[in-house]
């Protein structure tokens, strides 16, 4: 066991490292070209994040044990969702007024798409076309943000040749960052694969905790930092714009490479349903005039909740099929 989890925790740090080279060198070339703060909120920050949970998806899905994307996606989705942003909430010395700082319509078209993997999933495959959709809908999410902010973008520029080094740096930097990142994936798989035989846990259940903390450490360090610099708000849009690019476009890639067939689908639909009823809390919540520090105990409260309910579920006689 011990073994085991020093190799995640190695693991987990090489995620980390990786990670922070690819989003440092994301923002760095978005200055150069000056994409405007909103793209990159919305849609960099949220997609560099999520970098961990591509490579992990990839890797189980040449592997064909997709289920571990499975369980990665919809675990990182939760704990982004009730134990980062419970921190953040916790950490900010100012309440968050959500509503001011991510429509409702971006809310709900993001709960829409976060819920429908749960939804496709209920005959028991995520099949192909079921990535198709998924996919789709990722497509359909970053053309509605552009389009809704259209006026926006017409201030990237072109790149300068006094630009041209600085951005050969950076590319090569972020080259870097996905070696690394394709490396980690590539051994905290092989260790989750391992583990999940040597002590009978389905590779959905591995995916749901030790993957998706270890691939959720950039997330959790770009919110302590935010929070700490009084600038919440930046945190909440980029851990919701990750849950869109997590359950659609990450898991849509992974089920079109290796379609995805749970073990147990239980366990997959109470996961799902919890996450659903996360995303409907902040749906409720979007309404409100502030978040204060109440919420963000709560959402850890929940979060320890739902950690605890698995434990009790996978520790009775029939564990060892879950």
């Not at 369980?71 to 989705?77: P, R």
């Not at 995805?260 to 997959?268: D, E, F, M, Q, W």
């Not at 639909?269 to 409100?288: A, N, Q, R, W």
Request: charge should be neutral; charged fraction near 10%; glycine fraction near 6%.
């Amino acid at each position: 066991m011990i073994l085991y989890l020093l190799g995640f925790l190695a693991c987990a740090l090489v995620i980390f490292v990786a990670a922070k080279i690819t989003y440092k060198q994301v923002l760095n070339i978005s200055e150069i070209f000056n994409v405007p703060t909103f793209l990159v909120s919305l849609l960099l920050v949220a997609f560099s994040t999520s970098t961990p949970e591509l490579f992990v998806g990839v890797s189980s899905a040449l592997r064909d044990v997709p289920s571990f994307s499975l369980g990665n996606i919809f675990g990182a989705n939760i704990i982004n969702l009730t134990f980062v942003a419970g921190i953040v909430i916790l950490l900010s010395k100012k309440p968050l007024n959500l509503h001011e700082n991510i429509s409702l319509s971006r809310i709900m078209l993001t709960f829409a798409i976060a819920s429908t993997p749960v939804f496709l999933v209920l005959d028991g495959t995520l099949s192909r076309i079921d990535g198709l959709i998924l996919l789709s809908l990722y497509i359909f999410y970053v053309y509605w943000v552009l389009k809704k902010h259209k006026e926006d973008t017409a201030e990237i520029k072109q790149l300068r040749e006094r630009d041209i080094g600085k951005a050969t740096k950076s590319i090569l930097l972020f080259a870097l960052g996905i070696i690394l990142l394709v490396g980690g994936s590539e051994a905290i798989i092989t260790i989750a694969e391992r583990a999940s035989i040597v002590y009978s846990i389905t590779p959905f259940v591995m995916g749901v905790f030790a993957i998706a903390f270890s691939t959720c450490l950039p997330e959790i360090m770009f919110g302590i930092r935010v929070a700490l610099e009084q600038k919440p708000e930046l945190s909440a849009g980029d851990l919701i714009g990750s849950s869109a690019v997590n359950a659609a476009g990450i898991l849509g890639i992974v089920a079109i490479i290796s379609p995805i067939t749970p073990k147990v689908l239980s366990t997959v639909l109470i996961t799902g349903f919890f996450g659903i009823f996360v995303f409907l809390l902040y749906f409720l919540t979007s309404v409100k005039t502030e978040v204060t520090r109440v919420w963000g105990v709560w959402l850890l409260v929940l979060y320890f909740v739902f950690v605890s309910f698995n434990f009790i579920l996978h520790s009775g006689p029939s564990s060892a099929i879950m």
